[in-house]
């Protein structure tokens, strides 16, 4: 039943590390533009394999960092071998390490019997545990579940999270199956994933993903902590996204959707980004289009909406809205619970069309992978375009975009806010205590006692004789004067790692005179991160 690829294979995956690879249409230097590498990932009809796609993407990165990371090594190996050295580590980098596909046999409601067909991949060990969610889906294939896995090794590195990157999925459309049978196939799959060593707290830790909620987390942690996990303290943190009852963390529901609000509003706010693309600094005055109405396109319109951006148009794939007034977030969620669909929405009317082509200044794809490509990347009416969803971009169409002056922020960066807010319900279970629980009362005492100082040396100065002074705290100190709960450490935390993670990228894309192939920027962060690990612990098996 089992087929277990461990694929830590060498391949001739760095040929364009070695060789001139094609022009970039970036306008830079026509030094940097003969390392951009774009031919790996495209094919004539532009329909990457995803798992080529992001490799391809790799190869950009690798080849323009190479250099750096060969001129930073301090040890007595010659220039020569020191180049070796390098690309060795960046052919290490790159495969996916293990690939594991499962077959195993449902009994329906019914009394019909069907075979379930699951992948799990780690990409790498660089920092364990590894960590991806686990998507049911009927696109699912085992280059789909490399490609992903790749990408959060990359992410995580973005982000400086310490996991390692995976993904799984189950071959399966979950409205085609009762819950009791959903609920057979995802313990069923966590028992095979435990089986071969490829889930636990300290080795491999799924999250939820497409069609997968706080209830399939909930049930793959009782699965684990009834099985395998019997004897570990630590059982429950074998997965995150769980019910706050499970151990779950507050916030973890809305990080992805509010990391993308975070991602854009560090950019948007910077005015020499602005300036390149003719827009003014802020939300105020813009319109955003977003393509699919989940977990991340909603949480996301929820908070650009809060914060004075205009949503114009909506798209799923049964059909899109629209309406220039602007869309209410909380009307359309309340209708989609309602009817199952957004086609219909009173708020706003049918749009004719595709979607992503759209008139807006923002435009938030937060569906399935390969939607923008070479045929419609030239009628994109946005100037920024926000990757909610894993690869939506195909290379073709990045190059298009470099063309026309549109900023791409990349999913990698972009989409990190569930794998953060992840890290810190992971952390949560290891110390089994919520945050803020030993210091939230310390915090209030040490306000309060705060203004009660300020007021007695007002008196001390000015004197008591028209009675006490008062002293009244703003509305935001008052907010927060009774101390952080867990919902404010992890909104705190994920807002502070979005911002700084975005400085970092900035700083590269200024350094390697990049423009505005932020992707690219981000891949070179990642990849001087990660081979920093390998380099600093050794080949010890070589």
């Avoid at 799984?168 to 959903?182: C, H, R, T």
């Avoid at 300290?202 to 004897?231: C, F, K, L, Q």
């Avoid at 200024?510 to 192939?517: F, V």
């Avoid at 690219?520 to 010890?540: D, Q, R, S």
Wanted: glycine share 10%.
């Amino acid at each position: 039943m089992y087929r277990y690829l461990g694929e830590l294979f060498t391949r001739g995956a760095c040929n364009a590390l070695a060789a001139g690879c094609v022009d970039s249409a970036l306008p830079v230097s026509s030094s940097l533009m003969r390392v951009r590498n774009y031919s790996q990932a495209v094919d004539k009809s532009d329909d990457p394999n995803f798992f080529t796609m992001v490799e391809g993407f790799f190869d950009r990165g690798a080849a323009i960092v190479e250099d750096k990371l060969v001129e930073d090594l301090r040890n007595k190996e010659t220039p020569e071998q020191k180049r070796h050295r390098v690309r060795g580590i960046l052919k290490i980098i790159k495969p996916c390490n293990h690939v594991l596909s499962v077959c195993f046999p449902l009994k329906r409601d019914d009394g019909e019997w069907e075979v379930i067909e699951g992948y799990r991949a780690q990409h790498s060990q660089h920092r364990t545990p590894c960590k991806g969610g686990i998507r049911f889906s009927t696109e699912v294939c085992v280059d789909e579940v490399k490609a992903l896995a790749s990408l959060m090794t990359y992410k995580c590195a973005v982000v400086d999270v310490p996991f390692g990157g995976a993904k799984a999925g189950v071959k399966i459309n979950p409205k085609n199956y009762s819950d009791n049978e959903l609920e057979k196939i995802t313990r069923r799959f966590t028992i095979e994933l435990a089986k071969k060593g490829f889930i636990g707290p300290g080795i491999d830790v799924p999250a939820p993903d497409m069609s997968t909620g706080e209830r399939e987390m909930s049930w793959i942690a009782d699965t684990y902590a009834n099985s395998m996990g019997h004897n570990d303290i630590n059982a429950y943190a074998c997965v995150t996204g769980k019910p706050i009852s499970q151990g779950g963390i507050h916030g973890r529901i809305s990080a992805t959707g509010r990391g993308v609000f975070h991602g854009i509003e560090n950019f948007i706010n910077e005015a020499s980004y602005m300036a390149q693309l003719g827009l003014n600094p802020g939300f105020q005055d813009k319109t955003f289009v977003i393509q699919g109405f989940g977990n991340v396109g909603l949480h996301s319109m929820r908070y650009l909406h809060r914060f004075g951006a205009k949503c114009v148009g909506v798209g799923e794939i049964d059909g899109s809205i629209w309406n220039a007034n602007g869309i209410d977030p909380k009307e359309l969620e309340d209708y989609k619970l309602a009817n199952g669909t957004i086609v219909g929405f009173p708020g706003a009317t049918p749009y004719q069309g595709s979607i992503l082509e759209a008139d807006c200044d923002i435009l938030i794809p937060a569906a399935g992978e390969k939607q923008l490509t070479s045929r419609n990347a030239g009628k994109i009416k946005a100037k920024i375009v926000a990757e909610g969803a894993n690869g939506p971009t195909t290379p073709e169409a990045d190059k298009i975009f470099l063309e026309r002056n549109i900023m791409v922020i990349p999913d990698m960066y972009l989409n990190a806010g569930g794998v953060t807010v992840s890290y810190f319900e992971w952390l949560k279970n290891l110390n089994h205590v919520s945050y803020g629980r030993l210091t939230f009362k310390y915090e209030r005492d040490s306000n309060y006692h705060l203004l009660m100082s300020v007021q007695e040396s007002l008196e001390r100065k000015f004197g008591k004789n028209t009675g006490a002074v008062p002293v009244v705290p703003t509305s935001e100190f008052q907010a927060r004067i009774s101390g952080a709960s867990e919902k404010d450490i992890v909104h705190s935390g994920l807002a502070y790692t979005m911002e700084r993670s975005a400085r970092q990228i900035m700083r590269t894309a200024n350094k390697y005179n990049l423009g505005l192939d932020l992707r690219t920027a981000a891949y070179v962060n990642a990849i001087e991160k990660v081979f920093k690990v390998y380099n600093e612990a050794g080949l010890t098996f070589t």
